[in-house]
DNA sequence: TTGTACGCGTTATCAA
DNA sequence: TTGATAACGCGTACAA
């Protein structure tokens, strides 16, 4: 690790130039200089120390990304498939325009914001922060924010959040389910708040629109504890028995319930539908091939970092709340009921 | 952001002091002057500047995870479940340990080591490398390196890595299908390098000591460009004609087979049985349930971790290659044949 | 056209 | 028991 101040030495000039020459503040310096330095700069294969170049310039050109686990539903949080897309989403925009990417995940927000503070993160990408925390954060961290997929209820101003409307994307699938001929449609989910509420909102918009009523035995709560899940799923086929399709809140709980219902030998679609929610690699590999609201997970967190270093740099963002596309994809999970069938 | 310093002048003390008590070299300091800072502290909510701090220390708790991106094959690096169950291993270790993560993702092994020097990190964890590169980087580079899946040719001493025997993985799944009856058995794969060239060796030395005779068309070459794999899993299904089984080189790409072949109303096991390597939730998810190779991504991305902040540490590693086990899962995509069957 | 000198926030050495 | 002070490597205002 050589330094600016050796490498002036040892050409016997002044770390200054050096400096500029790196720089390209090439106006004052002879064209012989420039070379020679350039040709030094090479020959010892310089980098420059980033922990003193942000200590001087008092930037870091790390973008923080936090999230909390939710150890309940996967005790490894990158193995939920969307969080893993839209990481690498993220991480691509940032290595592109030349920031770094700091993972901070914990449940703790107070730890987070800690991390975030000491490593002087020019900005902060958080994902799936519930009303009050994604709040705090904003007041005590003065730097630009963007969020994913948070919900804020009291419409609060001037704060960024990329999403989808995620209540429209599920009223339209119900709509279809409906349109289909179905009358019993369950919802399936592991609670009910943030996204998976905006979610059961729309299911529930739906039936009330086309005169279809709803009782609390429509909503299935998948317990995905390893210890519960089994007898959760147990449950559940159990009580779709009265229903003829499920609108599951995500495609790896619909991939989910498919193998349940197909070990007790309950057949999809035949006995019953099943429609997801995100449209990832499981809903296009598992057979039969899953009817979903599709979304682009990667492009989400990408979005949300093009967002975010613009507002780094200064810009104005021509919107501070993007909703992105989403799309319904008709697969084979969901049959078409005639009236006399339901 | 508050400093030492200005804690410091509003104390009436030096920085020393304030220091000293950060660290809790307190064996100097008078019991009230701790007293008076811990609570000046506590009060003013302060957090040390990290890049003041690497810079005194040289040090930085940084742990470089570079890995290479491989477009053909993912566009989206984190799409890969290994990969990203994996890092979620490696995450939840290093920030236990009180490291922070910096991923590295790009194909340019001098990048990468460019980045790895500016932050000065502590460590660096590499995966999936070719010889050459793994190499090369050693050699620039002072600090320790753990790699994961990283074969040497040239049995390179005082290299560490955390690894599978993929060789015998393979040819433990290949003699059970063997056992099963099965004679003709196809290798699926992408490519015939690193790891999946040894669980491809794994697979030839089962069939050949089973006096099984191969050839190159036992070898299906998959194309997974989105504008190339259609007409690949054709190609595929089509030479499979000929054969009662196959084993992929991975869970993902084998459900991807079976979705393909299902598409063409060609039934697994019945028709024909497929293996897996890895046992991801796909392998798990999907139906009929894929009979696979298990290994555990997350922990494999744990040792590594562990391993790598223990050499940090000083410590001399019990043994510089860490070979994980793996377990045959039977599960419900491989037929057992009769003999008059094959 | 080039160089000197100081500041960034922290740690560490040594003296008081 | 406490406090000056010099590093750490880089950027930059200002002087030469």
């Known amino acids: 690790m050589i330094t600016i101040k050796e490498i002036a030495r040892s050409l016997g000039m002044s770390t200054t130039t050096v400096s500029n020459v790196i720089h390209g503040k090439t106006g004052q310096v002879s064209a012989e200089t420039i ?9 010892v294969d ?29 005790p490894n949080l990158m193995k939920d498939p969307f969080v893993s897309e839209m990481i690498g989403g993220i991480e691509k925009v940032i290595r592109t325009e030349g920031y770094f990417m700091m993972l901070y995940i914990s449940n703790d927000i107070a730890e987070i914001m800690r991390h975030v503070s000491t490593w002087n ?52 699938m119900t709509r279809y389910l409906l349109e289909s001929g ?18 059961f909102r729309g299911y529930r918009r739906a039936l009330r629109e086309a005169g279809v009523e709803y009782s609390d035995r429509n909503f299935c709560l998948l317990r995905p504890e390893p210890e519960e899940k089994e007898r959760s799923l147990d449950r559940i ?31 999809v679609p035949d006995d019953i539908s099943v429609a997801g929610f995100d449209d990832n690699d499981y809903a296009r590999i598992y057979r039969p091939a899953l009817t979903t609201v599709h979304q682009d997970a990667e492009e989400k967190g990408a979005a ?24 319904l994809k008709i697969r084979d999970s969901v049959k078409k009921l005639n009236f006399y069938n339901n």
């Open 46 to 74: 310089y980098v420059p120390n980033i922990n003193a170049r942000n200590l001087a310039r008092n930037q870091s050109r790390i973008i923080g990304v936090a999230m909390k686990t939710q150890d309940y539903k996967y």
């Open 304 to 327: 949300a970092a093009r967002m975010l270093i613009g507002l780094i740099r200064g810009e104005e963002p021509s919107s501070r709340q993007i909703l992105l596309p989403f799309e």
């Open 121 to 172: 993160a020019d900005g902060l990408l958080l994902y799936d922060m519930l009303d009050d925390d994604g709040d705090r954060v904003s007041r005590s961290y003065k730097k630009p924010i963007v969020c994913i997929d948070t919900y804020s209820e009291e419409g609060n101003e001037g704060f960024c959040n990329v999403g989808l409307d995620d209540e429209e994307g599920a009223f339209c």
């Open 237 to 267: 086929c159990e009580n779709l028995r009265e229903y003829s399709a499920v609108f599951c809140v995500s495609d790896y709980y619909a991939c989910m319930l498919m193998s349940a219902l197909r070990d007790r030998d309950i057949l």
């Open 35 to 43: 070379e020679r330095v350039r040709r030094f700069l090479e020959e």
């Open 182 to 199: 179905h009358r019993r449609i369950a919802f399936l989910a592991d609670n009910r708040i943030g996204v998976d509420l905006r979610r």
